[in-house]
């Protein structure tokens, strides 16, 4: 493409050098190519085009009901945080009853159970009011060691009756089941001397008794 110098040159106009300054000067002021027509025109035609689809997806949302499209947003908002509530609250559930079922659980040095229950619905009992201790705010800081003590001890600090299994008693009852049981099949001796022939020659009775007291001497018998 020729510039204005080029195209008056060719028509016999020649330019003094110390008028081509103010010449330039005044064409840049006041005229464009047509190359920078060109653009100008392009980038009208693309502002038309983006309002044109613009207009069109207004158009789209002329029969909405507004009113109605904020209360459904409304509606499934809501029931998001729900389910989000509801996840977590599962998830948070599920680790304080594995917090408490491993609590429950562990044992000694000896390897023998630390809570051993009077029988199944006391444990069950006391194992869902534990989880429901634990999940409440006021339990934040505490240990579940601290907590279970609240609930199984009275105001003196003594463990509550009726919770757990007396070990003295239930060695002591397993004792005088030994030397009752000696008697009964005429053999003499300390506890838990029975052999297998003595176990053959005891009642059905004497049987489950034994079963029941010591069984695993029973299962050893046996």
């Not at 079922?101 to 444990?123: H, P």
């Not at 989880?131 to 463990?159: C, H, N, P, R, Y």
Request: net charge negative.
């Amino acid at each position: 493409m020729q510039n204005y110098e080029q195209i008056l040159a060719e028509l016999g106009i020649e330019i003094p050098e110390d008028k081509k300054s103010d010449l330039k000067k005044k064409m840049d002021e006041n005229y464009r190519t047509k190359s920078d027509y060109d653009k100008v025109v392009t980038k009208r035609d693309e502002y038309k085009t983006s309002l044109d689809d613009v207009q069109a997806k207004l158009d789209g949302f002329k029969d909405v009901d507004v009113n109605d499209l904020k209360n459904q947003i409304s509606t499934l908002t809501t029931q998001l945080d729900d389910e989000k509530k509801a996840r977590a609250a599962d998830a948070r559930k599920v680790e304080v009853e594995k917090t408490v079922n491993d609590f429950l659980a562990s044992v000694d040095d000896k390897g023998a159970k630390q809570y051993e229950f009077l029988n199944d619905i006391t444990e069950q009992h006391y194992r869902e009011a534990l989880v429901q201790e634990l999940d409440k705010d006021s339990a934040k800081g505490k240990s579940i060691s601290d907590i279970f003590k609240g609930m199984i001890t009275d105001a003196e600090g003594k463990i509550k009756q009726g919770i757990f299994v007396d070990q003295a008693q239930k060695q002591a009852q397993k004792s005088a089941a030994q030397f009752q049981f000696s008697g009964k099949t005429g053999k003499t001796g300390a506890p838990g001397s029975l052999t297998k022939e003595d176990f053959k020659k005891m009642s059905l009775d004497d049987r489950l008794k034994l079963k029941e007291t010591d069984p695993e001497l029973y299962q050893s018998l046996k």
